[in-house]
């Protein structure tokens, strides 16, 4: 299972690889994508691949927390 953070970045998986394989395992948990690389079709790839939200680094704490609140109401916390 995943934390409710993951920080990973390694040479094998990419963000996209990590959000597939969340969304395989544990398909109820919404996945904001936080990135820093920005590719000019990396919000639309996201949300094709199954996240909830896309934040491009940096950003705001209010920022954050926008993205937070506008997550489905219908999408399970994450367990530890």
Do not use: W
């Not at 590719?39 to 704490?61: H, N, Q, W």
Request: aromatic share 12%.
């Amino acid at each position: 299972a995943f934390p409710p953070f993951n920080f990973f970045k390694g040479p094998k998986l990419t963000g996209f690889e990590v959000l597939r394989r969340i969304r395989d395992e544990r398909p109820e948990l919404a996945v904001i994508m936080i990135t820093g690389y920005e590719a000019p079709d990396a919000r639309r790839r996201a949300y094709e691949e199954g996240a909830k939200g896309f934040l491009l680094k940096p950003f705001s704490f209010s920022e954050l927390l926008e993205a937070v609140r506008a997550l489905p109401g219908d999408v399970a916390p994450a367990q530890p």
